[in-house]
């Protein structure tokens, strides 16, 4: 059906239907009341099945139920809450038709009815039908692109590593659709990994695509560079190839990124404007600070690489600054609460941490992407 004429008044009715037969607009169906008009839309049904309806034209004093609570009625469904309603009233009363607006009509014809007003306010409601149906489909397309973009997203990220010389795992708690959080490791010898935490400015389809650029020479880069600071200016290069002289935006992405080497118990590491990562050597903790600025702002950068030994265990954390601002006012309290937990904590694990970071009766929002690396050697 294309169109439902409603009204108690069977002369009102039958001239509406004779003017729009006349018109040429066959597809019509007519309700003697509100009641009626819920019966054609089977408006209490479970099922939700597709009903087609391009208009309603609604009259908007009917008994039992009137046309504004039929209104308020359609509206409180989605499945019907895009069908433009235009009412035809004999009523003057401007608090009335203001009503019938706030109500979810999108216009009112009065009575008696003028042929030409009718027809026109018709065609107009019908290019708004069409313009909300491109948009809705437009969404839904822009919906699955997104559903995908972000499958593959995160079908690039590393999977857990436990291989009996080092656990690398983490947790990885994107704000929207897409992440400008992204992390990933790899085994450039018999006992050395390579390890990155990466955070892209911004979030969203731009940042995204930019990440996973980043991940398309990211491991080429690891295993065939492997020293840091190497590294950070192979990856400062790629971002610097991204820039145009009119982008009004310059793309960059702050870092950490360590080589682990269990068998000379070393990590060498730069961190490349991120927040300092936390390292546990023999018991004592301290930040990984060494590095450089964010990566893709200069052509070239100057960067100084850290390194530290441990003789046992080293356990360390790399987070993106949304950890910091979740669980904190501001960095530095998100940074001082990390590290009392880190302190009193007996273990690591990502769960755990996270519970005892951000319980589940807080009620502080997570604003942005929240990711946590957490490499311990065994």
């Given at each position: 059906?294309?169109?439902?004429?409603?009204?108690?008044?069977?002369?009102?009715?039958?001239?509406?239907?004779?003017?729009?037969?006349?018109?040429?607009?066959?597809?019509?169906?007519?309700?003697?009341?509100?009641?009626?008009?819920?019966?054609?839309?089977?408006?209490?049904?479970?099922?939700?099945?597709?009903?087609?309806?391009?208009?309603?034209?609604?009259?908007?004093?009917?008994?039992?139920?009137?046309?504004?609570?039929?209104?308020?009625?359609?509206?409180?469904?989605?499945?019907?809450?895009?069908?433009?309603?235009?009412f035809v009233t004999a009523l003057g009363d401007s608090?009335?038709?203001?009503?019938?607006?706030?109500?979810?009509?999108?216009?009112?014809?009065?009575?008696?009815?003028?042929?030409?007003?009718?027809?026109?306010?018709?065609?107009?409601?019908?290019?708004?039908?069409?313009?909300?149906?491109?948009?809705?489909?437009?969404?839904?397309?822009?919906?699955?692109?997104?559903?995908?973009?972000?499958?593959?997203?995160?079908?690039?990220?590393?999977?857990?590593i436990q291989d009996g010389k080092v656990e690398i795992?983490?947790?990885?708690?994107?704000?929207?659709?897409?992440?400008?959080?992204?992390?990933?490791?790899?085994?450039?010898?018999?006992?050395?990994?390579?390890?990155?935490?990466?955070?892209?400015?911004?979030?969203?389809?731009?940042?995204?695509?930019?990440?996973?650029?980043?991940?398309?020479?990211?491991?080429?880069?690891?295993?065939?560079?492997?020293?840091?600071?190497?590294?950070?200016?192979?990856?400062?290069?790629?971002?610097?190839?991204?820039?145009?002289?009119?982008?009004?935006?310059?793309?960059?992405?702050?870092?950490?990124?360590?080589?682990?080497?269990?068998?000379?118990?070393?990590?060498?590491?730069?961190?490349?404007?991120?927040?300092?990562?936390?390292?546990?050597?023999?018991?004592?903790?301290?930040?990984?600070?060494?590095?450089?600025?964010?990566?893709?702002?200069?052509?070239?950068?100057?960067?100084?690489?850290?390194?530290?030994?441990?003789?046992?265990?080293?356990?360390?954390?790399?987070?993106?600054?949304?950890?910091?601002?979740?669980?904190?006012?501001?960095?530095?309290?998100?940074?001082?609460?990390?590290?009392?937990?880190?302190?009193?904590?007996?273990?690591?694990?990502?769960?755990?941490?996270?519970?005892?970071?951000?319980?589940?009766?807080?009620?502080?929002?997570?604003?942005?992407?929240?990711?946590?690396?957490?490499?311990?050697?065994?």
């Amino acid at each position: 059906m294309s169109i439902i004429i409603v009204d108690d008044n069977a002369t009102n009715l039958l001239i509406i239907e004779k003017i729009l037969r006349k018109e040429g607009y066959e597809d019509l169906v007519l309700a003697a009341s509100a009641m009626e008009l819920y019966d054609i839309l089977d408006i209490d049904s479970t099922s939700k099945k597709e009903v087609t309806v391009n208009l309603i034209l609604m009259d908007m004093m009917m008994p039992e139920i009137d046309g504004l609570e039929a209104c308020r009625r359609i509206q409180e469904l989605d499945r019907f809450r895009d069908i433009p309603i235009i009412f035809v009233t004999a009523l003057g009363d401007s608090n009335k038709l203001a009503e019938a607006l706030d109500a979810g009509a999108i216009d009112y014809v009065m009575k008696p009815i003028n042929k030409v007003e009718l027809l026109a306010r018709i065609r107009s409601a019908f290019r708004l039908k069409m313009e909300k149906d491109w948009h809705k489909e437009r969404d839904k397309r822009i919906k699955y692109e997104l559903d995908l973009a972000k499958q593959v997203q995160r079908s690039v990220l590393s999977e857990p590593i436990q291989d009996g010389k080092v656990e690398i795992g983490a947790v990885y708690k994107p704000s929207s659709e897409l992440a400008g959080d992204f992390y990933a490791w790899h085994r450039i010898g018999p006992s050395r990994y390579g390890i990155i935490l990466l955070d892209m400015m911004g979030h969203g389809i731009s940042s995204s695509l930019v990440c996973m650029y980043i991940y398309s020479h990211l491991q080429d880069t690891i295993t065939r560079i492997s020293d840091p600071e190497e590294v950070m200016h192979e990856l400062n290069r790629h971002m610097n190839q991204l820039h145009m002289s009119d982008e009004l935006i310059q793309y960059y992405f702050t870092a950490i990124y360590l080589v682990l080497d269990t068998e000379q118990k070393t990590v060498e590491y730069v961190n490349a404007g991120h927040p300092a990562g936390v390292i546990e050597v023999d018991g004592e903790i301290t930040t990984l600070s060494e590095g450089c600025c964010a990566i893709g702002f200069f052509d070239n950068i100057d960067i100084r690489k850290g390194m530290i030994r441990y003789q046992h265990k080293m356990k360390a954390m790399l987070f993106t600054d949304g950890l910091i601002e979740w669980i904190g006012e501001d960095q530095e309290s998100g940074t001082d609460k990390l590290l009392q937990t880190l302190r009193s904590s007996s273990t690591w694990a990502t769960d755990d941490l996270i519970e005892r970071l951000v319980p589940k009766s807080d009620t502080n929002i997570q604003q942005d992407d929240v990711c946590l690396v957490l490499i311990e050697t065994n």
